[in-house]
């Protein structure tokens, strides 16, 4: 049995003074440094918002999110709490016009990263709790993974009052672990 740690879009847009900054973003920091470094996970992966410029999900192309996470952008870097020597993989969702890319999964890596290193559980960490750490959980469950969430590692954009303890619900009822 092999564990996983994923940190999902822990970027400085989705943090304080970012494009799309999550409420309270930057507080899941201490939590993520402190899972990184427990020694509970066999690998850890970050994954990153990284989208083209004309990203379907803008407003100015129509979307509902102002611009964020453009590729090669400050915006789109880990956030600096982040220890880059302690990420074995960085995987980057919704890198074209019309991938959604909510989903660490889609179309990208990750399911076959996780079973070249035989992982058969994953903690999720990381933002948004409503988005990515949903999609990204859900399909984690439906690629056959046992999924943990950390309450204390995730932060949610709640556009409506509730969305993230909705999220949260949703999961337990697929089959997550939220602790
Ligand atoms: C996300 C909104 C737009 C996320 C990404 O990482 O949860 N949310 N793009
Ligand atoms: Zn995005």
């Not at 964020?68 to 074209?96: F, M, N, W």
Request: glycine share 10%; hydrophobic share 40%.
């Amino acid at each position: 049995m092999a564990r996983a740690l994923l940190i999902i879009d822990f970027q400085n847009d989705f943090t304080a003074g970012g494009a799309l900054a999550v409420p309270d973003g930057d507080a899941i920091a201490d939590r993520v440094n402190g899972l990184i470094g427990s020694g509970d996970f066999d690998l850890v992966v970050a994954t990153r918002d990284w989208h083209p410029p004309d990203h379907a999900s803008f407003t100015d192309q129509g979307g509902p999110w102002p611009p964020h996470c453009v590729q090669g952008t400050h915006g789109a870097e880990l956030h600096p709490s982040v220890p880059r020597e302690k990420i074995d993989a960085v995987v980057d969702a919704g890198y074209e016009r019309d991938l959604e890319g909510y989903s660490g999964f889609e179309q990208t890596d990750l399911a076959s990263i996780l079973r070249a290193h035989a992982i058969d559980e994953v903690m999720v960490a990381g933002l948004a709790t409503d988005y990515c750490v949903k999609q990204t959980a859900a399909d984690a469950l439906r690629e056959g993974f046992r999924v943990t969430i950390d309450r204390g590692a995730i932060r949610g954009i709640d556009v409506r009052p509730g969305d993230s303890e909705r999220a949260l619900v949703e999961l337990r009822a697929a089959g997550a672990e939220v602790s």
